[in-house]
């Protein structure tokens, strides 16, 4: 049931505590209309992402019955409580996504998992402590809330692509970023139908896996650096039709890369007060889901932080994508950079580069500094869209309204 607004998309994941907020938020958008949820490792391995999945979506089947019985909580009003209730029902009715198992294993790096993070099984080791939570056959992938492709995740990618209209379907990339990669490298003609890609990676100031790479990009940084360096000779000001005739000669486009920094995504915090206040209270089968793996992450923040709370990245990634398709550019800001991933390094491993120079290009007096600047930006250079602030304040009440109807002050 696809809003007439609705914007094309696809998810690729590696759910993940935080993966699973940010598809809920996505599956309760009605401004997404989710074609295929494509699945990697990262978090977890590729087993356990793909139990997590089939877990995540038999979660919504129980809230679904649940309400329809169900007294208003003592958060809604009992005189609202029918429309609420309403909207409650509805709000996982947006999308019937397709969904495809990925790739085990980065491209050529040693395998990195956020195990230490998230536990074995990815979901704060919910399925050793509540084992009813997964299906018995979450390995037939078998839900009426989705579809199982017969294709893996490259394919898939490429058989949407080819098979709409090229420039509709943006890809939005919340763990590494292998599938994506990997499809490109497959079929780049075919991939150049691509939209824009949003992806959650790279740190520009400081990492948070080493210090100075952030997972997604550490975990691949081969797949970081393929599609980093895809977007050189990209320009926003092409228009679709002359793109349209360029596919028609075959030609290889290039990319529309947009990557939101863990220096961005890390300032969106989730105290556990609040949402134990507020969530965790509703006691419906999806906020006592939710607070299960979620407490697990609180604990694991404290131990290695100190704080009392967790950084929602990949939620902001699904309300990142939804501002930059509704054109809601009031949201965020960016600007278009020279970026680079490296991926040989030993010690430096992912790390998010970005050439900085133009910045003070108008203070270098050095006419020969100049002329290799140019040079270098016109042969090497490749051209990243980078989100560099973004608006925080109601993200918390619109995360909360969207995805349990919630309302927070």
């Known amino acids: 049931m696809a809003s007439n607004s609705s914007f094309p998309v696809i998810i690729d994941t590696d759910p993940g505590i935080d993966d699973a907020l940010a598809l809920y938020l996505a599956l309760s958008s009605p401004q997404l209309d989710i074609k295929g949820i494509t699945l990697v490792f990262g978090n977890t391995s590729i087993n356990h992402v793909t139990r997590n999945l089939v877990t995540l979506f038999d979660v919504i089947d129980k809230e679904i019955e649940y309400l329809k019985t169900a007294s208003p909580p003592s958060q809604i009003d009992p005189n609202e409580w029918e429309k609420e209730r309403k909207i409650l029902l509805n709000r996982f009715e947006w999308s ?7 790739v085990d294993k980065p491209i050529k790096a040693l ?11 990815g979901f704060g080791q919910i399925h050793t402590t509540h084992p009813h939570y997964a299906p018995e056959n979450w390995e037939g992938l078998k839900s009426n809330r989705y579809t199982k492709s017969s294709r893996n995740a ?15 379907i943006t890809i939005i990339g919340l763990g590494p970023l292998t599938n994506l990669a990997l499809a490109y490298e497959k079929d780049k003609h075919t991939f150049s139908r691509v939209k824009q890609i949003i992806c959650l990676g790279g740190a520009i100031a400081c990492g948070n896996v080493t210090p100075c790479a952030e997972f997604n990009f550490f975990a691949d940084p081969d797949a970081a650096s393929i599609l980093v360096e895809s977007t050189k000779g990209f320009s926003l000001s092409e228009n679709v039709q002359n793109k ?3 596919l028609n000669r075959k030609e290889v486009l290039p990319l ?3 990557v939101l920094p863990i220096d ?3 300032k969106v915090f989730l105290s556990s007060t609040v949402f134990t206040k507020y969530i965790t209270s509703l006691n419906t089968p999806l906020s006592v889901f939710v607070s299960i793996f979620i407490d697990y992450a609180f604990k694991k923040t404290h131990e290695y932080l100190g704080a009392h709370g967790l950084e929602l990245h990949d939620p902001l990634a699904i309300a990142l994508a939804i ?14 950079v020279d970026m680079k991933v490296e991926y040989q390094g030993i010690y430096t491993r992912g790390m998010t580069i970005v050439d900085k120079r133009q910045e003070f290009s108008n203070d270098v007096d050095d006419e020969l500094s100049q002329k290799a600047h140019e040079i270098w930006s016109t042969v090497n250079a490749n051209n990243v869209e980078l989100i560099n602030s973004y608006n925080y304040e109601s ?8 995805t349990f109807n919630v309302k927070y002050p």
């Open 323 to 336: 501002d930059v398709l509704s054109n809601n550019s009031q949201m965020y800001t960016s600007k278009f």
């Open 395 to 402: 993200f918390i009440s619109n995360f909360f309204k969207i």
């Open 96 to 102: 019937k996504p397709i969904v495809a198992i990925g």
């Open 154 to 168: 490259i394919d898939e990618i490429l058989y949407q692509l080819e098979n709409s209209p090229p420039f509709t």
């Open 111 to 121: 395998e990195c998992l956020g195990i230490d993070f998230h536990g074995l099984d």
């Open 264 to 266: 961005v995504s890390s």
């Open 244 to 246: 349209i005739e360029r």
């Open 256 to 258: 529309h890369f947009t």
